[in-house]
């Protein structure tokens, strides 16, 4: 609760800044605090404040990135979606999840396949292994063991091919969620 002060006095600080004092380019901080604060709502279970929050913060950093040219924000944009995506996922609100993961999901494949960021495949594997979680959760394993595929040949490439050791759990994760998909025919949620 006491972080959820903390992010409202930082929001608040740079609200202030950007929309008062015309400090447009406080925006993306503004927008990284306020994600910050629907994080710690999620944690503390207030999710459906926290999907106010991460709508919120999608709104700027989507104006920073579609209308001002901010394309290097994309990824940010991408982070925010997930988020979203992820408090979605845990209200049940499985296909609204699955339509935020979808985007992230674009927007991450643009990056690393078509401008070359590399080092935003593990994310991208992640917003496949929530897309795959999710459609799981709807019943639909087809389609889970598509997503679920995609994020583990990605991380393997990622452990094995590049060396990404620190990605070693997530490897393992990742393994465990295609094992259990083929061999179980999905969660028990």
């Known amino acids: 609760e006491e972080a959820v002060g903390q992010y409202g006095e930082a929001i608040g600080i740079r609200r202030l800044l950007v929309e008062e004092e015309g400090r447009g380019e406080l925006a993306n901080d503004l927008a990284t605090a306020i994600v910050n604060l629907g994080n710690a709502l999620q944690m503390l279970g207030r999710l459906e404040e926290a999907v106010g929050r991460f709508e919120e913060a999608i709104g700027i950093r989507r104006r920073l990135v579609e209308e001002e040219g901010r394309g290097?924000?994309?990824?940010?944009?991408a982070t925010a979606?997930?988020?979203?995506?992820?408090?979605?996922?845990?209200?049940?609100r499985l296909e609204e999840a699955v339509g935020q993961y979808g985007e992230a999901i674009g927007i991450l494949r643009r990056l690393v396949e078509k401008e070359g960021r590399g080092e935003l495949a593990n994310d991208l594997a992640t917003?496949?292994?929530n897309l795959a979680l999710a459609h799981d959760r709807k019943g639909e394993r087809g389609i889970a063991q598509t997503a679920a595929g995609e994020a583990l040949a990605i991380r393997r490439k990622l452990?094995?091919?590049?060396?990404?050791?620190?990605?070693?759990?997530?490897?393992?994760?990742t393994e465990a969620l295609v094992a259990w998909l083929s061999h179980?025919?999905?969660w028990w949620w």
């Open 127 to 129: 917003a496949l292994y």
């Open 81 to 92: 979606i997930m988020n979203l995506g992820n408090a979605l996922q845990m209200l049940g």
């Open 184 to 186: 179980r025919g999905g």
């Open 72 to 77: 290097e924000l994309a990824n940010d944009l």
């Open 159 to 173: 452990v094995v091919a590049e060396g990404w050791e620190h990605l070693q759990q997530d490897l393992r994760d």
